[in-house]
């Protein structure tokens, strides 16, 4: 007799397993472009200004003529001054204090109540300390008791603020330079007025856009050789980069990273 053929077993089918390792990885985010940062910093502003981020019709953007675009008021939080009278010093608040004396001391033309820079720090020892000079001299220049101490809602604050012209009214009016600011081996004259004007543009884009690249540590109206040891032409090619833009470490009238910087600081 003929031998049954035994039936063929068929294989256990078995489930392709994936490891881990070869699961797709999640696309990282990309990094916000300048147009997306402006976007955001004006969006927070607007936030802290009580205006609503939502697209207008243009009817409602018509005003009466005697109407003025208002910002924020300067606040501190607390004392700014002397360590020894018990000021409390915080960064943001010495910040506050220190760019209202630089406006103040451009306006009155008195360099004694320029803090030669924004830093947002006293020198322990009161008398080493710029900030704490000028807190002083504002304060004899306005007929105040000389404590050199700065209190939220004091006689002294009350007079700074009016004095650096911040009583709640926005500025309309643009920075400008005359010449180029950066690069001394690239042509620039380098005036201090326009190397102070860019510094706090700068400054201001550096808080706008949470990009601490920008800030040029201080506003001194200077710009160091060689420029290698320059804050000022780091944060002035640091923003060309963050735009974009041809890095040349040099910033010139009517150029497009002057252009940019205005809007990158919300000078537009």
């Not at 009016?173 to 620039?188: C, F, H, M, N, Q």
């Not at 543009?201 to 920008?214: G, I, K, M, S, V």
């Not at 800030?215 to 804050?231: C, E, L, M, T």
Request: net charge positive.
């Amino acid at each position: 007799m003929p031998k049954k053929k035994k039936p063929l077993k068929r294989g256990k089918k078995t489930r392709s397993r994936v490891s881990p390792k070869t699961k797709p990885k999640k696309p990282r985010r990309a990094k916000p472009t300048l147009k997306e940062r402006i976007a955001r910093a004006k969006k927070l502003e607007a936030l802290d200004a009580g205006k609503p981020t939502f697209k207008v019709l243009p009817r409602a953007l018509i005003v009466a003529p005697d109407n003025v675009p208002t910002a924020p008021p300067p606040v501190i939080t607390g004392s700014v001054g002397r360590w020894e009278k018990g000021a409390s010093n915080l960064e943001a608040d010495v910040k506050t204090v220190q760019r209202l004396l630089e406006t103040a001391a451009q306006k009155l033309q008195a360099p004694d109540l320029d803090p030669k820079g924004v830093d947002g720090k006293i020198a322990r020892d009161s008398a080493k300390s710029n900030t704490v000079a000028a807190i002083e001299a504002f304060q004899k220049r306005s007929n105040i008791s000389i404590d050199g101490l700065i209190e939220p809602d004091s006689q002294t604050w009350q007079a700074l603020v009016q004095a650096a012209g911040s009583n709640n009214v926005a500025s309309t009016s643009l920075a400008v330079i005359t010449a180029s600011v950066g690069r001394w081996e690239k042509g620039a004259p380098n005036i201090p007025a326009d190397v102070e004007s860019v510094q706090r543009l700068l400054q201001t884009a550096a808080q706008r856009l949470q990009a601490p690249q920008l800030d040029p540590k201080g506003v001194d109206g200077k710009i160091a050789r060689p420029p290698a040891k320059s804050n000022t032409v780091a944060a002035i090619e640091a923003f060309q980069s963050l735009s974009n833009i041809s890095i040349t470490g040099l910033i010139e009238p009517d150029s497009q990273a002057w252009r940019a910087l205005l809007q990158g600081a919300g000078e537009t």
